[in-house]
């Protein structure tokens, strides 16, 4: 394998999910993304994304806000990435989404007990939390573009599946659990941590 890719790189930075379900043998209750992109050409900046019912279009009670530092960048990953994540594909609550320009970003750890993102938006007085708990051992991996979610990246990143985690609201969790899944070829729940998350275009 060429230890050096020319691909133009489109983004680099991290990625942690957490996917939550209501019911194990149902769909997904929620879907929520952060970003935190250290390139771009877009810049930088960062995201978090909370796509509550998110196969259905039409639900006045449900989440569905991105909150981020850069607008720009946000529409870009959610266009061009979020949309053509597996999970998402079939996500019409996408077209509902509001995005709320204004947000402010902290972590908080006691690592590797637990992770917190955490956006705010001053405007809005909306606050989005991802909360990983119980973090796995890390590792890494180098996707080629048929095993990618948009089949035209190599993808490279370290993951670190968290035991379980939470999606707070204004300080109220959303309903639901993560749940055990296959991902990467091994056993783990739908909630992890994705660092040093690149996307480089195959040439």
């Not at 020319?6 to 209501?22: E, H, M, R, S």
């Not at 909306?126 to 996707?143: G, H, Q, R, Y």
């Amino acid at each position: 394998m060429n230890s050096i890719r020319t691909g133009k790189v489109d983004w680099t930075g991290d990625n942690p999910f957490i996917y939550l379900k209501t019911d194990s043998e149902g769909d997904w209750s929620s879907l929520s993304l952060y970003f935190r992109i250290a390139a771009s050409d877009y810049g930088r900046g960062e995201a978090i994304l909370v796509l509550e019912n998110p196969y259905q279009k039409e639900d006045s009670s449900a989440v569905r806000k991105c909150l981020t530092d850069n607008l720009e960048l946000a529409q870009y990953l959610v266009e061009n990435f979020v949309r053509r994540f597996g999970l998402f594909r079939p996500a019409v609550a996408l077209d509902n989404l509001e995005y709320i320009a204004d947000a402010s970003f902290k972590t908080e750890a006691d690592y590797p007990k637990q992770q917190a993102c955490i956006a705010h938006s001053e405007s809005t007085g909306t606050t989005l939390s991802m909360i990983w708990k119980d973090l796995a051992e890390p590792f890494a991996v180098a996707l080629p573009p048929e095993e990618t979610q948009t089949g035209e990246h190599e993808m490279f990143a370290i993951f670190q599946p968290a035991g379980c985690a939470v999606v707070e609201v204004n300080g109220t969790p959303l309903p639901g659990t993560t749940v055990e899944r296959d991902f990467l070829n091994r056993i783990a729940q739908s909630a992890a941590l994705a660092n040093s998350e690149s996307w480089v275009r195959a040439e």
